[in-house]
């Protein structure tokens, strides 16, 4: 199904992610992987977006979902996946993760995604009606718009504190 302009900017923000997933596989099965390197490019994807993404899918996509009975459990199960993954994310900033474990993650993070583009999105295109997903996307680019902004403001601060 055709992804509704009101799920795009989450969309494009899975597309970042599995393309980290698709190239850490590829390190890792190659064997040549840095995991040092490796995990300081999975905590910068977190710093840099995946929080931000995390906390505007909990604050505005899940509760939207969860109007909908059929989208309970996989709204939890998600969720669950969120701090599976904010764990997979901790231990990459603290540099504690092996092969195994960014392989783990990688999984984990690849599947995480394709549930929500799969079934969490497409359930809800086709249950919310258009004026619910446009104000929905509004809501998403809000949130994700404040995260930006509390982004910009500390790194505006880190900056003249240096000066």
Known sequence: MLRDPSLILLSHQHQHALSLCVRLERALQSGTADLVAWQLEVHQ????????????????????????LELTALVEELSGEHEQLRDYFVRAEHGTMDRAGL???????????RKEERQLFEIMQQRMRPEELKTLGEELAQALEDAVQVCRLGAKQEGSESR
């Open 103 to 113: 392989a783990a993650f990688a999984a984990l993070l690849s599947g995480h995604v």
């Open 45 to 68: 994807h977190y710093a840099n977006e995946v929080q931000f993404h995390f906390a505007a899918e909990e604050k505005v996509l899940f509760p939207a979902a969860r109007r909908f």
